[in-house]
Nanobody
């Protein structure tokens, strides 16, 4: 069974840090690119935040470049998103996505406020 399970969301003050994790199972992890998306509660559409390609390269949205870092551990079947210098506008539900299977996680809420 293909499954993605996110964890690590929560509340943090502006300037703080959080790390999100995405545990994958049921498919060939090393063969898939992975992405983190986010969606502001109450708004339509998900924004692509970061991509981890199978070969190792990464890509980021301009809004998070220099603050967020996506990483993958093929042995642990885990994708992480380290988020530093968080801003109120980063508040959203964050979703993990596996391109190989088009699988989505359930989402984890990140709230940034003072």
């Amino acid at each position: 069974q293909v499954q993605l399970v996110e964890s690590g969301g929560g509340w943090v003050e502006p300037g703080g840090s959080l790390m999100l994790s995405c545990a994958a199972s049921g498919f060939s992890f090393s063969s898939s690119d992975f992405r983190w998306y986010r969606q502001v509660p109450g708004k339509e559409g998900r924004e692509l935040v970061a991509t981890a390609f199978t070969g190792g390269p990464t890509n980021y949205a301009d809004a998070v470049k220099g603050r967020f870092t996506i990483s993958r551990d093929n042995a642990k079947r885990m994708v992480t998103l380290q988020m530093n210098s968080l801003k109120p506008e980063d508040t959203a539900v964050y979703y993990c996505h596996a391109l190989l299977t088009n699988a989505w996680g359930q989402g984890t809420l990140v709230a940034v406020s003072s």
